[in-house]
């Protein structure tokens, strides 16, 4: 089945400091992927979809200023977190549409990246 | 936001048994999927059922959908202490990929 990786799968940071975390399509291409964002004990929230070739469209409440995402080609999305702060600690989840710029019904989600701010 | 709530928030049941998870949604939907999540990782998808269907199955698992209600079940039978995880169901509205998620019912299942 299709594949989405993510790097890194862990990152520790300081308070401040810009943590810019990658999400690629292995075997398929995806004009779009979709970041994800998971607290603690918590279910998925949706921050914002990531679109190849134009800006990306983010949720209500999601600062798009403070999470930069660039789809740089049709197989990989970055999720950049700036001036991260200690409630940024999170686990960030992409996905991508098993079929790419079809159906988008089965999403295939990568491994996460867990987010610790100090 | 969340779409709904699932319940039970928490289930723990012996090998052998089944067990079933419950969630309901707000919004009209173009289709219900449920997840799988170990500790610690990314999701698995299990299964998808539209909102034409009412029940679907994939090997152990079956899924119905009341669209009246705006619920949906999922059963996993002859339960194994690997199905030991956290299960999500989340409903996509347009058919645009956006997933909203339920707040999921962790299921421990002891051998």
């Known amino acids: 089945g299709a594949v989405v990786s993510q790097h890194p799968s862990r990152v520790i940071c300081k308070s401040g400091t810009s943590v810019k975390i990658e999400c690629r399509s292995l075997d398929f291409q995806a004009t779009t992927m979709f970041w994800y964002r998971q607290f603690p004990k918590q279910s998925l929230m949706l921050m914002a979809t990531s679109n190849e070739g134009s800006k990306a469209t983010y949720e209500q409440g999601v600062e798009k200023d403070k999470f930069l995402i660039n789809h740089a080609s049709l197989t990989l999305s970055t999720l950049t977190v700036t001036s991260a702060h200690p409630e940024d600690s999170s686990f960030y989840i992409c996905?991508?549409?098993?079929?790419?710029?079809?159906?988008?019904?089965?999403?295939?989600f990568g491994p996460g990246t867990r987010l610790l701010v100090l | 936001s969340q779409q709904g709530e699932e319940d039970p928030q928490a289930l723990s049941i012996q090998e052998g048994e089944n067990a079933t998870m419950n969630c309901s949604y707000k919004t009209s939907i173009n289709n219900l999927q449920w997840y799988r999540q170990n500790s610690g990782r990314g999701l698995v998808h299990l299964i998808l059922i539209r909102s034409n269907e009412r029940e679907k199955h994939s090997g152990r698992l079956r899924v119905t959908l009341d669209t009246s209600k705006k619920s949906s079940s999922l059963l996993i039978t002859a339960s194994r202490a690997a199905d030991t995880a956290s299960y999500f169901c989340?409903?996509?509205?347009?058919?645009?990929?956006?997933?909203?998620f339920g707040q999921g019912t962790t299921l421990q299942v002891k051998p």
């Open positions: 996905s991508a549409p098993g079929l790419a710029g079809s159906t988008q019904e089965t999403q295939y």
């Open positions: 989340a409903t996509d509205q347009a058919n645009t990929g956006k997933l909203i």
